[in-house]
């Protein structure tokens, strides 16, 4: 087990800016999910990690040891910076048995056979694969290949395991049911993991904090929580959560409302505050919310001021059973919400909205 740290690393391919400036720690025994859009640099990242990329610029560490370092020169290979790790095509050896395919590792490292038919025992026990352990990989299922390219990984115990989307090949319905075991695994093994998907299910389920990038470019580094409630920026609020975060451009307005021509939203004090001191009061910014933030005033739990209803014209009701996603509209202003099944809302018909205005986000108008 080891912390993993980047410094200042960058990976730049005959021009593209894969990586940009990366400086990323990642704790001991710590699941760090890097999260973005295709393109934004994630594996090529994570193959930095493992020694299959140079950096262009920067360091990286695995615990204590400098395993790469641009401007000196240092360049460990991966089979010397003990790390395992897992793809989205599992790439077993076919004409393998499961069994030789996890013992595979340790017969490379010259381990002893006794030490090794113990290790793959453990390691299968631990995956639910015991009975499966003479039969080759096309007698398996995807969710029982997957296992086994995992068990393959932690069978060395190795200091880091870096996984790059290893579950996209499975179906939906196992795939919900692997990302808990592999979290379950993980907390068990207490193995640092870097975890690479662009699913924000995965990443906010999964990991203990999530690492968004967009161009290469780290946004956000934190807990899931974080993530979701304090989004650094219109990105990482956008691109985290189902429906994604509505945007709205409105006016900070002298006397402490927020307006957007079509209606306006009264700010809690605190917020005017901020926005003050932060230089936005008279300014046009984004106002962002969830879609769960905006209640049908029917069914609105929280305690409001009148100020922050407003009258909206009803587009489309998704009706998902568990909850109604409702396209609302107001002027020329859309928006989406996310109401509970009871709602009543109708296509076509007007309905009182109110928002929750503890839940909102205000971020700089670029
Ligand atoms: P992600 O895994 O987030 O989808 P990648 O790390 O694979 O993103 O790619 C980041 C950027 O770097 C992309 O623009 C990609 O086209 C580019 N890139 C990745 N690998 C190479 C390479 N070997 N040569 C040239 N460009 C590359
Ligand atoms: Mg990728």
Redesign the pocket.
């Known amino acids: 087990m080891a912390e993993v740290k980047l410094e200042g690393v960058w990976k730049i391919f005959d021009g593209v800016e894969a990586v940009k400036d990366l400086d990323l720690k990642v704790r001991d025994g710590e699941f760090m999910v890097l999260l973005g859009p295709?393109?934004c640099g994630?594996?090529?990242t994570?193959r930095i990690i493992a020694g299959l990329e140079e950096p262009t610029k920067g360091r990286i560490f695995i615990g204590e040891k400098l395993v790469a370092d641009a401007e000196k020169g240092v360049f460990i290979p991966p089979k010397d910076r003990d790390i395992a790790m897992v793809f989205q095509s599992y790439a077993l050896y076919p004409h393998m048995t499961v069994y030789d395919n996890i013992a595979f590792p340790l017969k490379l490292r010259k381990v002893s056979k006794q030490e090794i038919d113990d290790r793959v025992r453990e390691v299968a026990e631990l995956l639910g694969l015991t009975e499966l352990l003479k039969r080759k990989p096309r007698e398996l299922s995807g969710g029982q290949r997957q296992r086994v390219a995992l068990g393959r990984a932690i069978v060395r115990k190795p200091q880091v395991f870096l996984m790059?989307?290893p579950l996209s090949n499975l179906d939906a319905k196992l795939r919900v049911r692997m990302r808990a075991e592999l979290k379950k695994l993980q907390r068990q093994l207490g193995v640092t993991t870097v975890y690479?998907t662009?699913d924000q299910v995965e990443a906010m389920t999964m990991g203990d904090r999530v690492a968004v990038m967009n161009f290469g470019v780290l946004q956000q580094v934190g807990s899931p929580d974080e993530v979701y409630n304090r989004p650094a920026n219109v990105f990482v609020g956008g691109f985290i959560g189902s429906p994604p975060m509505n945007f709205l451009e409105g006016t900070v307005t002298p006397d402490g409302f927020i307006s957007f021509g079509a209606f306006k939203l009264k700010l809690l004090p605190d917020q005017v505050k901020a926005l003050e001191e932060l230089g936005y009061a008279g300014k046009d910014v984004l106002f962002g919310f969830r879609p769960e933030d905006v209640y049908d005033a029917l069914f609105a739990q929280v305690k409001i001021p009148g100020e922050n209803m407003v009258r909206v014209k009803v587009d489309i009701v998704e009706n998902l059973g568990g909850e109604k996603i409702v396209h609302l509209r107001v002027g020329d202003l859309s928006f989406i919400g996310k109401f509970p099944p009871e709602s009543l809302v109708k296509e076509g018909q007007e309905v009182d909205v109110v928002f929750d205005m503890k839940k909102i986000h205000i971020f700089d108008k670029r």
């Open positions: 295709s393109g994630k594996t090529t994570l790059d989307e690479v662009h």
